[in-house]
């Protein structure tokens, strides 16, 4: 499991991860033909954030699967950059882009190696929300890339244009318990415990008035994006900490990892981890090497 | 035990008891979804009280901070609880009511009050005998 973080205000948009990765086997369960996942390994030192074009404010951060085959997802991601890097096999113009195509590109992209993979493989689940100002747009937005044990849907956008806001992708049981103000289960029971059962549409309504009555405000339009660093970076750690006292395995922890967008620094890290150092590695800059 | 959800007194607390069912691992995390949750705010927030406003920030309008919901177009749902969230009876007279109505849920004839009558008067002025 991992969280991820984006939000979503007017000055700018901000990306946070956590840096857990687990190592799962499937493994028979008490249901009939039905294997569950055991979490063998925890590793804290996954990226999930990625600048999806060196010099424009596009960026993303992932979740769920790991991996597409023998490639981390953080790989499949540079490898995407590269693409587009190369505009003339790829399509992409940074002069005349939307974020929008962006995600379509990336959604293919990942779908061609998804469809590569052998038919006994287990095929990936994983969310990608991608963020980003448009050229020449003044305000930023958000794409849901979701990919549904190997199947893709087509990008959604995350709100309105105009509207701020936040999403999270993930282990998000505890920021949906602070935003929203009620554990995600909350319609599974009151499904179950009202009788007769209610129609959809119904139970939809109730969810909808209890959202809008119990949610937290925690984002304003006007807020400053050093705020909304803060709060992405604390909805991280929450997260983190509610994994590790929950009964379980600690899916989400790690260093936190932060970027922000904005229309006129463009892509910039707040926090990121590097698993080597700067100065034995001079040839290397931005996370790429020089000359590349 | 059948209760009903009256929406229109949602203001007041409303405490459920808590099942501990909940409690249990495979309860508390949800499974693996590719969606993400969020939510959204409009670009001028709306608030219930007026706020101080310093620097910054500076908010456009002042009214209540929610959608605003007609509790009319909500419809009145039933809850049916399961059995163990029954409140154990603490006190002597809750015990002796919990008693009674076991006691006419069971099916087995009670005596009417004409019934009761004439067994007490009959009754009366003997020593009642203990039969084991």
Redesign the interface.
């Known amino acids: 499991?991992s969280i991820?973080i984006?939000i979503n205000v007017?000055d700018g948009i901000v990306l946070a991860a956590d840096s857990a990765s687990s190592l799962t086997m499937l493994q028979a369960s008490a249901a009939p033909n039905q294997l569950s996942p055991l979490t063998i390994n925890v590793y804290n030192n996954a990226n999930k954030i990625a600048n999806l074009y060196k010099g424009l404010p596009i960026g993303c951060v992932a979740?769920?699967s790991g991996s597409i085959g023998s490639a981390s997802i953080s790989t499949l991601l540079k490898d995407f950059r590269q693409l587009l890097k190369d505009g003339g096999k790829s399509g992409f113009h940074p002069e005349d882009y939307t974020v929008k195509q962006v995600a379509e590109s990336l959604s293919s992209f990942l779908m061609t190696h998804v469809q590569q993979l052998p038919l006994n493989e287990p095929k990936p689940?994983?969310?990608i929300?991608i963020s980003g100002y448009s050229a020449n747009r003044n305000l930023g937005e958000g794409w849901?890339l979701?990919?549904?044990n190997g199947v893709s849907k087509e990008p959604q956008p995350?709100?309105?244009e105009?509207?701020?806001?936040?999403?999270?992708?993930g282990?998000?049981?505890s920021?949906?318990r602070l935003?929203?103000g009620f554990s995600?289960?909350l319609r599974q029971?009151?499904q179950s415990?009202?009788?007769?059962p209610?129609v959809a549409n119904?139970l939809d309504?109730?969810m909808g008035?209890l959202?809008?009555?119990l949610?937290a405000?925690?984002?304003?339009?006007?807020?400053?994006i050093k705020d909304a660093i803060d709060l992405a970076e604390w909805l991280v750690h929450t997260a983190s900490m509610y994994s590790r006292f929950?009964?379980?395995a600690a899916s989400v922890g790690g260093p936190i990892e932060s970027a922000a967008i904005t229309k006129h620094e463009g892509f910039k890290w707040i926090r990121r981890k590097h698993y080597y150092r700067k100065k034995l590695n001079p040839e290397i800059r931005d996370g790429d090497r020089t000359g590349s | 035990m059948?209760i009903e959800l009256d929406?229109k007194k949602?203001s007041d607390t409303l405490r459920l008891p808590a099942d501990d069912t909940?409690l249990l691992?495979q309860?508390?995390?949800?499974e693996?979804t590719?969606?993400?949750?969020?939510?959204?705010?409009?670009?001028?927030?709306t608030f219930r009280n007026p706020v101080l406003t310093s620097g910054?920030?500076?908010?456009g309008t002042s009214s209540t901070?929610?959608?605003s919901?007609d509790p009319q177009?909500?419809?009145t749902?039933?809850?049916?609880?399961?059995a163990s969230a029954e409140p154990k009876p603490a006190t002597a007279f809750e015990k002796y009511k919990l008693l009674k109505k076991q006691m006419a849920d069971s099916g087995i004839p009670l005596l009417s009050d004409e019934d009761l009558r004439r067994e007490i008067h009959e009754r009366k002025g003997m020593r009642s005998v203990r039969h084991d």
Do not use: C
């Open positions: 499991m991820g984006l007017h979740y769920g689940s994983l969310g929300m849901l979701a990919i549904e995350l709100r309105q105009g509207d701020v806001g936040i999403n999270w992708g282990a998000g049981e920021v949906a935003v929203h995600p289960h029971l009151l415990v009202i009788k007769p209610p119904d309504q109730l008035m959202r809008n009555t949610q405000p925690l984002i304003f339009a006007p807020m400053p929950i009964p379980g | 059948e929406l949602l909940l691992p309860n508390q995390e949800p693996l590719v969606g993400a949750d969020g939510a959204s705010f409009p670009a001028f927030p910054l920030i500076v908010l901070i929610s959608r919901f177009a909500v419809p749902f039933h809850i049916v609880l399961p």
